[in-house]
């Protein structure tokens, strides 16, 4: 295994490690914001089963997971006359912070997926060069100096596109998901929003 690994990293040159390097940081950073998401949908739905509670008059210390969440149920909990008018203040500055902490990371994650089918043609490039040096210095008749040329122009090419093609659907993953997640935060708003204009005309 070591053996064909090796084998590998020669035949692509120093592009190769680099597109690897990229690779692993679009992977850590999707599996980051991944876990981002799962622990605020957690945080959502413990943000709704307090804000039933305080609407309620129960007594609710904010502990959802989130510190937004809990900023907002903090302040919805000591202002005095809980309107309607006044949730959708605090709400709609809650909701551009929530959204800019969802979107984080998602820009720098396309960046990369754009820069490895760049260093790809980089190394495809690379390879095309050192094959032209080969012919120049060596001919046409030697055609193991210009394999090693080819060997990088290829390698590098495909693994360019083997990284970038999976990223960018796993990125397309992760945005439909944050998207889910601004419907729902926008829905909850509405919900909370609704429960208290029924307590207002009751």
Same mark, same amino acid.
């Given at each position: 295994?070591?053996?064909?690994?090796?084998?590998?990293?020669?035949?692509?040159?120093?592009?190769?490690?680099?597109?690897?390097?990229?690779?692993?940081?679009?992977?850590?950073?999707?599996?980051?914001?991944?876990?981002?998401?799962?622990?605020?949908?957690?945080?959502?739905?413990?943000?709704?089963?307090?804000?039933?509670?305080?609407?309620?008059?129960?007594?609710?210390?904010?502990?959802?997971?989130?510190?937004?969440?809990?900023?907002?149920?903090?302040?919805?909990?000591?202002?005095?006359?809980?309107?309607?008018?006044?949730?959708?203040?605090?709400?709609?500055?809650?909701?551009?912070? %929530?959204?800019?902490?969802?979107?984080?990371?998602?820009?720098?994650?396309?960046?990369?997926?754009?820069?490895?089918?760049?260093?790809? @043609?980089?190394?495809?490039?690379?390879?095309?060069?050192?094959?032209?040096?080969?012919?120049?210095?060596?001919?046409?008749?030697?055609?193991?100096?210009?394999?090693?040329?080819?060997?990088?122009? @290829?390698?590098?090419?495909?693994?360019?596109?083997?990284? %970038?093609?999976?990223?960018?659907?796993?990125?397309?993953?992760?945005?439909?998901?944050?998207?889910?997640?601004?419907?729902?935060?926008?829905?909850?708003?509405?919900?909370?929003?609704?429960?208290?204009?029924?307590?207002?005309?009751?």
């Amino acid at each position: 295994m070591m053996r064909v690994t090796e084998e590998i990293f020669s035949q692509g040159g120093l592009i190769l490690p680099t597109l690897f390097l990229v690779s692993f940081v679009i992977w850590y950073s999707g599996f980051l914001s991944l876990y981002r998401f799962y622990t605020f949908h957690r945080a959502r739905k413990n943000f709704m089963a307090g804000m039933d509670m305080l609407l309620h008059g129960e007594n609710y210390e904010p502990h959802t997971g989130n510190s937004r969440f809990d900023t907002l149920l903090i302040l919805f909990k000591r202002v005095p006359e809980k309107n309607v008018k006044m949730f959708k203040v605090l709400y709609r500055e809650f909701l551009m912070g %929530a959204v800019g902490d969802l979107s984080q990371g998602l820009t720098t994650i396309s960046v990369w997926i754009s820069v490895a089918p760049l260093l790809g @043609l980089l190394g495809t490039v690379t390879g095309m060069v050192a094959t032209f040096r080969s012919i120049m210095l060596f001919g046409t008749g030697s055609p193991g100096f210009m394999a090693e040329g080819i060997s990088i122009a @290829l390698v590098t090419t495909k693994t360019g596109l083997a990284v %970038a093609v999976p990223a960018l659907l796993f990125h397309l993953f992760l945005v439909n998901m944050r998207n889910r997640l601004k419907q729902n935060l926008i829905q909850d708003g509405k919900v909370v929003a609704a429960k208290i204009s029924v307590g207002e005309t009751v």
